[in-house]
């Protein structure tokens, strides 16, 4: 599986953000997005998510399912945790596992995996930062899809979760998967970097 940008354009607003973007990552491999604030990393993982549409060059998955397209092939979580504050920890997650249409699955095993069973009848709204982005984290396990763009994942962290979330990480890339992260910090993994932004 490979996924690559060939002259990617991203426009917000507007205002040209970044042009002539190339980028590649292949079954395995994780790719750090490096550059100042306000330079386009979001908007790229957003434009593989297919949230935006790129205003020039293409992004294409090679070797995927040729039936899914590749949003249907990617987990995008942003820097905002999507939660329902009322629902509770286990039904947050069952709730995303539908939405992304996961078969069935153990969602105990991915909250424990995630250190969060003892909170799974706790409403999210009670989590904390690193707890609710533990939760996030848990969608990944949950269902199973093979591309992760990831907006600053280890943000809110502790140390204990940062190492966690490294070993989920590594254990996606070493079954095939392929992840890329917009980070200001190291990724945790072995990574190659793709610079956005100018003076870089
Ligand atoms: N909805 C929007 N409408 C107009 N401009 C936007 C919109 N969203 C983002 N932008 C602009 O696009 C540019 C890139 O934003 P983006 O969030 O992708 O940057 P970033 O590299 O992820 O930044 P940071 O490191 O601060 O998270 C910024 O100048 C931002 O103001």
């Known amino acids: 599986m490979r996924l690559s940008g060939r002259g990617v354009r991203c426009v917000r607003g507007g205002r040209e953000v970044f042009a002539g973007l190339d980028f590649e990552a292949n079954a395995g491999e994780a790719l750090a997005v490096v550059g100042p604030n306000g330079s386009g990393k979001t908007s790229l993982l957003r434009l593989i998510a297919g949230v935006l549409a790129p205003a020039g060059g293409s992004i294409t998955l090679e070797r995927g399912d040729d039936e899914l397209t590749l ?39 991915s909250l424990a995996t995630v250190e969060l069973d003892h909170a799974a009848r706790l409403p999210a709204a009670y989590l904390s930062a690193g707890q609710r982005r533990r939760l996030s984290i848990a969608r990944l396990l949950t269902v199973q899809r093979p591309v992760w763009l990831l907006d600053e994942p280890t943000n809110a962290l502790d140390t204990a979760g940062q190492k966690l979330f490294a070993s989920v990480m590594s254990e996606h890339l070493s079954r095939g998967g392929l992840i890329i992260a917009a980070t200001h910090t190291p990724l945790g993994v072995t990574s190659r970097t793709l610079r956005v932004g100018d003076g870089l």
Request: glycine residues 8%.
């Open 71 to 109: 949003p249907e092939q990617s987990h995008y979580l942003g820097h905002r945790d999507a939660l329902k504050p009322a629902l509770s920890v286990s039904e947050n997650l069952a709730f995303w596992r539908d939405f992304l249409g996961g078969a069935p699955s153990n969602l105990a095993e």
